[in-house]
């Protein structure tokens, strides 16, 4: 009940070539397989990925020590492509050329068809005449595909020619295949991520079970997500994703995204995380990103000198307007006076801009400039995307609108009772027909 409603808003926010990976333990696994097998469909199931959490034996005799989760990846249809790895020198050391091959380093690969191929069982003539025998599947190619593999030397015979040796050739590898084990060693363990936490809260820890960032990395780069496209966590606990994100930034000089989803849950009275501060676990996040963004900047300061660090917390909330909708019956002259303005007495201008941002369907990432003009404080978008003035003390004349459309922006939005008389509200269009005739007006 709690994750099918969530698993269908992933689906519905997921770019057509886009994936997930779900983080689960043996308690649940079985059930969350059935469930995003509905969801996403069996044929979007891309692997069950197990990764190994911790590397220290743990528990009582009689018992298995625990040492993994699983990660469930589903993708949202077929345009998904699972992106390779980058290769290192231990992924490369048996690699060799010792007899100097003009193609460079190569290792030996499997001959043999994995499956009985009768149509690929023959025997093959070595240069000095004699027969070296198939193998009981047959080979993995015909005979005169493997005829041209040995005339181009990607074949070639043993010295006692009993045998055929296959050239896999480093150059022609588009980095590393991903596996479904996930070591410790590789992408990190649950210590390793309690040690990162306490590094980043100097020396504390206020959250219990983070996950290390080299998971979230790893899981990053097999998703694919490159330049700007958008990572969302829905349970970001204390933030680890935007950590991760903001890293795999600065080493490859991506422009890439995070959105943390974080109910307000709050911090036990007695915990670490309460005693230092943290009422939340979303206030230990906040915190995470802002201490880990720091971090990132000054270790890798020759090279992430552009790493953009910064973000915006929203919470969701009812709507700004206040509700109007009342039969007669259920008003009377003491009510009036509650709707006198429009807007809910507790709301913040920034509230009202953000709203109008999702009302109109803008980037609410985009760069946000307040400036005070004629007196008066506004909003600007984007440099001209949007001009905002929320002023509700009937202030707004027609000096100040014509100051505001000298912009020229492409929308301009005021407060029905922000306007200084009727005529000014009347010709506020025309004042912007005039200097900026392509603004769209909007009051609230």
């Known amino acids: 009940s709690m994750m099918y409603p969530r698993l269908k808003l992933a689906r519905n926010l997921l770019r057509d070539d886009g994936v997930i990976f779900i983080s689960i333990d043996d308690n649940e696994q079985a059930n969350l397989k059935r469930l995003c097998d509905e969801v996403f469909g069996e044929d979007n199931f891309v692997a069950n990925v197990i990764w190994q959490h911790s590397l220290q034996p743990k528990g009582y005799s009689g018992t298995f020590s625990i040492h993994h989760n699983f990660v469930l990846c589903y993708q949202k249809s077929s345009n998904f492509e699972l992106a390779n790895l980058q290769r290192t020198d231990e992924h490369n050391k048996n690699y060799s050329n010792s007899d100097n091959d003009p193609n460079g380093a190569w290792r030996s690969g499997d001959v043999r068809n994995a499956l009985y191929r009768p149509n690929l069982i023959y025997p093959i003539q070595t240069p000095s005449g004699n027969t070296i025998d198939p193998p009981a599947n047959g080979w993995r190619w015909s005979k005169e595909t493997l005829q041209s593999k040995i005339k181009s030397g990607e074949i070639i015979f043993s010295s006692d020619e009993t045998r055929i040796i296959r050239k896999i050739y480093l150059n022609t590898l588009d980095g590393r295949t991903p596996e479904t084990l996930l070591f410790g060693k590789d992408v990190g363990t649950t210590r390793e991520a309690a040690s990162e936490i306490k590094t980043i809260f100097n020396g504390s ?75 939340t676990i979303a206030d230990i996040g906040k915190e995470r990103i802002r201490r880990a963004g720091q971090k990132i900047k000054t270790d890798n300061a020759l090279t992430a000198t552009d790493l953009d660090i910064g973000f915006r917390v929203l919470k969701i909330d009812s709507s700004n307007m206040n509700e109007v909708y009342y039969s007669p019956d259920a008003l009377s002259k003491d009510d009036l006076h509650r709707f006198v303005d429009n807007i809910k007495p507790d709301r913040s201008d920034e509230d009202l801009l953000f709203q109008v941002l999702l009302d109109w369907g803008v980037d609410l990432t985009l760069p946000i400039e307040r400036q005070t003009i004629d007196g008066k404080t506004v909003f600007v978008v984007a440099v001209d995307a949007i001009v905002a003035c929320f002023d509700r003390t009937e202030g707004v004349t027609e000096s100040f609108i014509k100051e505001l459309a000298k912009i020229k922006p492409l929308r301009a939005v005021f407060c029905d009772g922000g306007f200084a008389n009727d005529s000014v509200k009347i010709n506020v269009e025309q004042i912007f027909k005039t200097i900026s005739p392509m603004t769209e007006i909007k009051t609230i």
């Open 205 to 279: 820890q206020p959250f219990d079970t983070p996950k290390p960032t080299g998971l979230l990395k790893h899981l990053s780069v097999l998703s694919g997500a490159v330049y700007d496209d958008i990572i969302l966590d829905f349970f970001s606990g204390s933030a680890t994703t935007a950590h991760a994100v903001m890293q795999l930034n600065a080493e490859d000089g991506g422009k890439r995204k995070f959105i943390m989803v974080q109910i307000p849950e709050a911090c036990d009275e007695k915990s670490e995380a309460f005693k230092a501060g943290y009422k």
